[in-house]
């Protein structure tokens, strides 16, 4: 790895990336930052991306100047963060740029009077505090030019993902770091540097100390990223899916039937991703868990047992670092367990048809269509179209309609209502 302090400068003639490949609220906030003498680079993902003629999510900016200079700069900008500010400038439309002053890696040797996160430092520095080569690549909007101080211009043309610094103390660092190795190795499709990847094991433990929250956070990024089952298949194979979700990510990882069943509907659910009809959280997880959820209502429930509390005592029980929210997490249970009852009913012809009213029967619907078919069907109710289909001697019960009740009158006999009225009057003093 070529990690030295005289950066490797790769001239506009070398290289694929043109100004018109960059957001123009992008380029506003590049150029005006260098018309007033500050150093003003694109950074990051952004570069990676584009260099991978790729369009990049986001376009992020770093420079010398200080969040207040920034501020003064553009009136449309907002300073964010405790530890570290940043700055965001606004545009219409709700599009955001960010914009981050250079920062090093505080001297243990010096007094620390301030957090040292908020310790300012040079380009090379801000480049070494990265923590994948392939992130740590700067656009020059000066000169048009890349600059590299950590071989990420070598990483990209070996198509490899390689650690900045020493494997084992950067994962110390942040956990969270042996994720992102294999997200933009699996989703790029690279081989990962050998350090990089054998100190991954010995430090996977260091994960369940990260916050359950910024765990579920970095979840969603990937499966709602279109490569969720590269990705996901990736963070098996390194047994990363025990540490997020327990007992279930170890059914996940080691039953080869479960495996291949989240594999295909990762993929399915990849799709829809995108092809803009990304599903909600809750149709999400509950496609997500099917695999193992219908693995234990087999093994462990009973034909008349309450199959939604053994899902959410099982959940429970698990010992998941990630923290799912309780709403989506029992959103998914409640739409697994119909799932589960409409699978019955397409075996056995059996269907309780009240399942219909259920709150979460539209998204065990969808599920149903994804799961079965592998694909969304619009306008239709999936299920009933296939229950219909299997057991057509049903159709007329899988339409159910209320009767309405006649209303039954008793004949009275011949001067009861006489009779009746005399005793009454006879009361009367």
């Given amino acids: 790895m070529n990690q030295t302090r005289e950066p490797n400068i790769l001239p506009r003639s070398s290289h694929t990336i043109s100004r018109r490949d960059i957001d123009p609220e992008a380029l506003k906030v590049l150029y005006r930052l260098a018309r007033n003498g500050h150093k003003a680079y694109l950074v990051g993902g952004a570069v990676?991306?584009?260099?991978?003629?790729?369009?990049?999510?986001?376009?992020?900016?770093?420079?010398?100047?200080?969040?207040?200079?920034?501020?003064?700069?553009?009136?449309?900008?907002?300073?964010?963060?405790?530890?570290?500010?940043?700055?965001?400038?606004?545009?219409?439309?709700?599009?955001?740029?960010?914009?981050?002053t250079f920062r090093k890696d505080p001297d243990p040797s010096e007094e620390i009077q301030t957090d040292p996160h908020n310790t300012f430092g040079s380009p090379v520095e801000d480049a070494f505090r990265r923590d994948i080569t392939i992130n740590g690549l700067f656009y020059d909007i000066n000169s048009f030019s890349i600059i590299d101080y950590v071989g990420g211009l070598g990483d990209i043309s070996r198509r490899r993902v390689c650690i900045i610094g020493e494997p084992s103390a950067r994962y110390a660092e942040d956990?969270?770091?042996?994720?992102?190795?294999?997200?933009?190795?699996?989703?790029?499709?690279?081989?990962?540097?050998?350090?990089?990847?054998?100190?991954?094991a010995g430090n996977l433990h260091l994960l369940a100390s990260c916050s359950g929250s910024r765990m579920y956070e970095e979840f969603n990024k990937d499966l709602y990223s279109g490569s969720s089952a590269e990705i996901f298949s990736l963070l098996m194979r390194h047994s990363l899916f025990s540490v997020l979700f327990g007992n279930v990510g170890r059914v996940l990882e080691r039953q080869v039937e479960v495996n291949d069943e989240l594999s295909r509907l990762l993929a399915v659910h990849d799709r829809l991703v995108l092809s803009g009809n990304t599903p909600s959280p809750s149709v999400s997880?509950?496609?997500?868990?099917?695999?193992?959820?219908?693995?234990?209502?087999?093994?462990?429930?009973?034909?008349?047992?309450?199959?939604?509390?053994?899902?959410a005592d099982e959940l429970a029980a698990s010992g998941m670092s990630m923290i799912i929210p309780k709403g989506i997490r029992a959103s998914a249970v409640h739409v697994l367990e119909i799932l589960d009852r409409m699978m019955q009913a397409l075996e056995t012809g059996r269907m309780r048809w009240?399942?219909?009213?259920?709150?979460?029967y539209k998204d065990a619907v969808f599920v149903f269509s994804l799961v079965t078919q592998g694909r969304l069907t619009q306008g239709e109710d999936a299920f009933r179209a296939a229950y219909t289909a299997q057991?057509?001697?049903?159709?007329?019960?899988?339409?159910?309609?209320?009767?309405?009740?006649?209303?039954?009158?008793?004949?009275?006999a011949p001067g009861a209502g006489h009779q009746a009225a005399g005793q009454e009057a006879s009361r009367i003093p």
């Fill in 48 to 100: 990676r991306d584009l260099l991978l003629g790729k369009r990049p999510k986001d376009f992020d900016v770093a420079t010398d100047a200080r969040p207040g200079q920034i501020k003064k700069l553009f009136a449309n900008c907002f300073l964010i963060g405790r530890r570290f500010r940043l700055a965001h400038i606004h545009f219409r439309g709700g599009k955001i740029i960010e914009v981050a």
């Fill in 175 to 200: 956990p969270v770091r042996m994720w992102r190795v294999l997200r933009y190795a699996a989703s790029n499709g690279f081989s990962i540097e050998e350090r990089t990847a054998g100190a991954i």
């Fill in 285 to 311: 997880y509950s496609l997500l868990l099917w695999p193992w959820a219908r693995i234990v209502m087999r093994d462990k429930g009973q034909p008349d047992s309450d199959k939604m509390k053994l899902l």
């Fill in 354 to 360: 009240s399942l219909l009213k259920k709150a979460s």
């Fill in 391 to 412: 057991h057509p001697d049903k159709t007329d019960k899988a339409n159910p309609r209320k009767r309405r009740r006649r209303r039954r009158f008793r004949k009275r």
